[in-house]
């Protein structure tokens, strides 16, 4: 079989997404062969390379198919996808789902020490970005203009250089605008990962491939959002405590061996439980209340 007969994933070789990325691949049963430093990792079990690269050139990977999937931010994507249109490159892809990771904002951040008087004291000053087109179509809304020093990288460098008065960079810890003694003061864009893929036909075997991924992603999915609740019940409020567990539709009940009026519940809640609904449920008589993270679910 040919290297291009092969499912090709695009994926952040280092970064904000690239360890939830890799975390995501394990839990969805792929054993990948990496190193790290590799631009290709082959995973052994399935028929799929994964390519390390920035996540700038996903979009563009997957929009010119030399991919079929892509894991990417939002925002990158939809910057590239402005700037591919400009140079008249095709911009089209398919969105699978949007992932429960990857959250970040596009935020205007200026050096510590600056007061900050407001979007409009930008106007006219010079702002470094890697986002040229986010960053213009926010001030564009805010009636302000600015002069764009277009970086593709270390952006966060760029008022101590004297190369720009201000940035608009991506901010998930913070931890890069505090090493750099900038501080966040507006955000432009809100984000999270989303995973892409090709527009044209998958052939029969990438297509099983990605019915097979997309099915274990759901489960990864709903699985975090779900918790597994154990308790022993008095019979005669099974029906109220039930109501209290959000997303519990016919939960497992059991008999106590030795304890007539007792019943032992397990139920699969969609969301986790807080301590107020685990209060209410002792108050219903409920005991030996446990609630247990769900690792992979399958419906
Ligand atoms: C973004 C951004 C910052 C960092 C912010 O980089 O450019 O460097 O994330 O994250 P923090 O708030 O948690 O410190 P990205 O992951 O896009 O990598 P790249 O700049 O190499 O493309
Ligand atoms: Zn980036």
Redesign the pocket.
């Known amino acids: 079989m040919s290297a291009t007969k092969k499912f090709r994933i695009a994926m952040?070789k280092?970064?904000?997404?690239s360890i939830d990325t890799t975390d995501l691949f394990k839990s969805c049963g792929l054993k990948i062969n990496s190193r790290e430093d590799r631009l290709i990792s082959h995973v052994e079990n399935m028929d799929i390379d994964l390519l390390r690269v920035?996540?700038?050139d996903i979009p563009g990977l997957v929009m010119d198919h030399v991919v079929d999937w892509g894991i990417v931010?939002q925002d990158?994507l939809e910057e590239i996808g402005m700037e591919r249109q400009q140079d008249g490159l095709p911009t089209d892809y398919t969105l699978v789902r949007k992932l429960d990771f990857g959250g970040?904002r596009l935020s205007l951040a200026i050096p510590v020490e600056q007061e900050w008087k407001g979007v409009e004291s930008l106007n006219g000053l010079k702002i470094a970005t890697?986002y040229p087109n986010l960053t213009k179509r926010y001030l564009d809304s805010m009636g302000v203009s600015f002069k764009v020093v277009h970086l593709t990288?270390s952006?966060?460098v760029a008022p101590r250089a004297g190369l720009a008065d201000a940035i608009c960079?991506?901010?998930?810890?913070?931890?890069?605008?505090d090493a750099n003694g900038l501080k966040e003061v507006q955000v432009v864009y809100r984000s999270q990962a989303v995973l892409i893929q090709r527009n044209q036909e998958l052939f029969p075997e990438k297509k099983l491939i990605a019915d097979t991924l997309v099915n274990r992603i759901d489960g990864m999915m709903q699985a975090h959002g779900s918790k597994y609740i154990m308790l022993h019940a008095p019979k005669d409020k099974v029906e109220e405590i039930t109501a209290l567990l959000p997303g519990a539709e016919s939960p497992t009940l059991l008999t106590l061996e030795g304890n007539p009026n007792h019943v032992a519940m397990h139920v699969v809640s969609t969301e986790t439980l807080f301590w107020e609904t685990m209060e209410k449920l002792k108050a219903l008589g409920a005991s030996s209340i446990l609630v247990l993270p769900i690792e992979k679910m399958l419906k």
């Open positions: 952040q280092k970064g904000r997404l920035r996540d700038d931010g990158v970040c890697t990288g952006v966060e960079d991506l901010v998930s810890s913070g931890a890069t605008l």
